[in-house]
């Protein structure tokens, strides 16, 4: 089982990234959560991974804290939640703000995420009562952080539109909704993650 890799962002194509350890790439799927903290391409990560082996693959779910992958863990186990689900969950709101969520039996704002529905949405605030009980926002000891580096780059805006609609569309938005979404936030020398960041505050 591989617990965390250390090494240099060589890529960022939301919802995926690169990290570079010692000379080998490793493709790891991200939420946007981790996303949004990540450094510039070119600067030392760390990221704590969840690696995931089906029978025609095997993938790496990189996320930004232990508390964050602790999160994701959580969600796979549930009837009927797999990582495409949980990534989107987590995509649209913070461990913070999900626990709340599920506090407050808010099912409206769950419903927001693609891929719930009404019933599911019900269902998961039932199966996270639970496991949320002894959760709270307190950070697990061990996690490692590293403040997210100033990129310097010069932002490509159409660039920067695109790869903010794949994301979203990836993480199971309609391709409309998510063209929609990202249209209302478009502002010159935004990256695809301010893009995103801004479309998805709008939609969930």
């Given at each position: 089982m591989i617990g965390y890799l250390r090494g240099t962002l060589f890529e960022k194509q939301p919802p995926h990234v690169i990290l570079d350890v010692n000379g080998v790439g490793y493709e790891l799927e991200v939420p946007m959560t981790t996303l949004f903290q990540l450094p510039a391409v070119g600067e030392p990560l760390v990221l704590h991974v969840h690696l995931v082996v089906r029978e025609d693959a095997q993938l790496l779910?990189?996320?930004?804290?232990?508390?964050?992958?602790?999160?994701?863990?959580?969600?796979?186990?549930?009837?009927?939640?797999?990582?495409?689900?949980?990534?989107?969950?987590?995509?649209?709101?913070?461990?913070?703000?999900?626990?709340?969520?599920?506090?407050?039996?808010?099912?409206?704002?769950?419903?927001?995420?693609?891929?719930?529905?009404?019933?599911?949405?019900?269902?998961?605030?039932?199966?996270?009562?639970?496991?949320?009980?002894?959760?709270?926002?307190?950070?697990?000891?061990?996690?490692?952080?590293?403040?997210?580096?100033?990129?310097?780059?010069?932002?490509?805006?159409?660039?920067?539109?695109?790869?903010?609609?794949?994301?979203?569309?990836?993480?199971?938005?309609?391709?409309?909704?998510?063209?929609r979404a990202v249209g209302l936030v478009v502002e010159d020398g935004l990256s695809s993650e301010d893009l995103i960041r801004r479309a998805l505050k709008g939609m969930v």
């Open positions: 779910y990189g996320f930004y804290t232990k508390r964050d992958r602790a999160l994701f863990r959580e969600l796979i186990r549930l009837n009927g939640v797999g990582p495409k689900l949980a990534l989107a969950l987590m995509s649209g709101l913070s461990v913070d703000e999900l626990i709340q969520c599920v506090n407050a039996e808010d099912t409206s704002r769950l419903m927001k995420v693609p891929g719930v529905g009404k019933k599911t949405a019900e269902r998961l605030l039932v199966e996270l009562k639970d496991r949320f009980k002894n959760w709270d926002s307190t950070p697990l000891a061990g996690q490692v952080a590293m403040e997210p580096a100033a990129a310097g780059a010069v932002i490509n805006s159409q660039s920067a539109e695109k790869d903010a609609v794949s994301a979203l569309i990836s993480l199971g938005f309609k391709p409309a909704e998510a063209s």
